[in-house]
């Protein structure tokens, strides 16, 4: 029903940045939510940030001063700014949405980001 498909991924030193965007596209009339998850290895996939429709955000305590997410709701996109990154920020970062509050929701692909030196 919606396909989220997500770019910029990539490999950046510490304390460097990188954006990250994610683009939905199907079957819908509005979106609830869009944010972002990342998995390491061996972890759990957490909740980095998220945006409501109505401009709600929410951000994980580990990148709050960071990370900054966005998004442009005419165009089913959402952004995920992420300045002074960290080695462990990296992870497979996975874009979501949601069509409705507390529904299952669709996943992207994952983008994978190594912040490394």
């Known amino acids: 029903q919606v396909q989220l498909v997500e770019s910029g991924g990539g490999l950046v030193q510490p304390g460097g940045f990188l954006r990250l965007s994610c683009t939905a596209s199907?079957?819908?009339?509005?979106?609830?939510?869009m944010g972002w998850y990342r998995q390491a290895p061996g972890n759990q996939r957490e909740l980095v940030a998220s945006v409501t429709s109505g401009g709600n955000t929410n951000y994980a305590d580990s990148v709050k001063g960071r990370f900054t997410v966005s998004r442009d709701n005419a165009r089913n996109t959402v952004y995920l700014q992420m300045n002074s990154l960290k080695p462990e920020d990296t992870a497979v970062y996975y874009c979501?949405?949601?069509?409705?509050?507390?529904?299952?929701?669709?996943w992207g692909q994952g983008t994978q980001v190594t912040v490394s030196s």
């Open positions: 199907g079957s819908i009339f509005s979106i609830y939510a």
């Open positions: 979501h949405a949601k069509l409705k509050p507390y529904e299952k929701g669709y």
